[in-house]
């Protein structure tokens, strides 16, 4: 699938650890703009109305990818493609990780800090959502997955701003990383055999 010499395939390990780096680094910027610009984050409640908007929303990117997935041949490949690099050395049982660690460090960042750092309305969502889509930008022929990305943000960006809540969008994105990786793992694994 990877259909690119340059592209170098990362070993377990390593993605893991790049994974908690990565969260790690994400959590450390949270904290300095929080304490330098003096933001206020967005609250994180556990209420069970709001875990259920985030596993509402989850189900609904899901479906939405696949969608995507099926109909538009250069999401296709870029998201095969990024996906390969980034999934393929992963055992199922690391999806938890790639669940938990880009979708709490993620959501805190562009979410609970950038929003209400830039503003707390439409426009924090949108400059907000475009850097998360860039996170996603690997190589320019994943454009149309970095573009999924920014949607993805602004999906989790209007819940944040409805519900003033950061439990929805961490729900959400915590169970799409995680289905996802299994949908796509699966799949994998059927064409392998």
Known sequence: MNDSPDTKILSRSQILIAMAVTALVLFGIASIWIHLFDVHPVRFT???????????????IV???GLIYQVWEGYRVAADSYLE????PLNMVDLIWLGLLPGM?????????????????????????????????????????????M?????????????????????????????????????????AS
């Open 46 to 60: 556990w209420q069970l109305p709001n875990f259920g908007v985030g596993i509402a929303l989850g189900v609904l």
């Open 105 to 149: 460090s993620e959501e805190i960042l562009f979410r609970g800090v950038a929003i209400p750092g830039l503003g707390m309305d439409v426009s924090a969502v949108v400059i907000s959502s475009a850097i998360f889509g860039g996170l996603h930008l690997t190589s320019l022929k994943h454009w149309p997955y970095m573009f999924w990305a």
């Open 85 to 88: 690099i980034v999934l393929k």
């Open 151 to 191: 949607l993805v943000g602004s999906m989790l960006g209007t819940v944040t701003l409805v519900t003033g809540d950061l439990m929805p969008a961490i729900t959400a994105h915590v169970f799409t990383n995680s289905l996802s990786g299994m949908l796509w793992k699966l799949k994998w694994l059927k064409v």
């Open 63 to 65: 479906l939405l990818s």
